[in-house]
């Protein structure tokens, strides 16, 4: 009986081990959202979305962030693996908030590797034409939440 225990002790700590190292090896991601023109699209909202084995997804809402006032990002705690990340305007018409989805990016991040992912393009013409919201397919400009729950303008098209 004892050496019953002694192995199911072992196959905890292996368990236990490569899911502390799964979860505290992560990695920092840094980008620009801008779009086609490459000006920046400020205060874009970024949230991770991890596409798991059978393709359900699962997504960590601790980990939504907001993008500054020049496109400018940085993900911090990534962990590796296959990652999707979404990107969307909280869009204020109204007495209503519509998410207005840009992108969805999907990649791979390895452990151990900080990473510049570069600049990400948004297709704005693209996503207008894309989004269920009739409401929103000819706007030249939104009213968006920003990280503080203020709401600022920002112009799409010029």
């Known amino acids: 009986m004892k050496s019953v225990h002694k192995?199911?002790?072992?196959?905890?700590?292996?368990?236990?081990?490569?899911?502390?190292?799964?979860?505290?090896?992560?990695?920092?991601?840094?980008?620009?959202?801008?779009?086609?023109?490459?000006?920046?699209?400020?205060?874009?909202?970024?949230?991770e979305i991890y596409r798991i084995g059978d393709g359900s997804l699962?997504?960590?809402?601790?980990?939504?962030?907001?993008?500054?006032?020049?496109?400018?990002?940085?993900?911090e705690n990534v962990r590796y693996g296959e990652l999707c990340i979404l990107y969307y305007y909280d869009v204020a018409k109204g007495n209503n908030t519509y998410q207005f989805n840009l992108l969805e990016k999907c990649g791979i991040v390895e452990p151990f590797e900080d990473r510049d992912v570069g600049n990400i393009v948004i297709d704005i013409d693209e996503a207008l034409r894309l989004t269920p919201f009739e409401e929103l397919k000819d706007s030249q400009e939104f009213v968006v939440r920003t990280k503080y729950g203020d709401k600022k303008r920002v112009i799409l098209k010029e």
Not at 27 to 39: A, E, P, S, Y
Request: charged share 15%.
């Open 58 to 75: 699962y997504t960590s809402m601790s980990l939504i962030g907001h993008v500054s006032d020049k496109g400018e990002f940085k993900i």
């Open 7 to 47: 192995v199911i002790i072992v196959l905890l700590l292996a368990v236990s081990g490569s899911f502390a190292f799964w979860y505290l090896n992560t990695v920092t991601l840094t980008g620009r959202v801008v779009d086609t023109k490459g000006k920046a699209l400020p205060h874009v909202i970024y949230g």
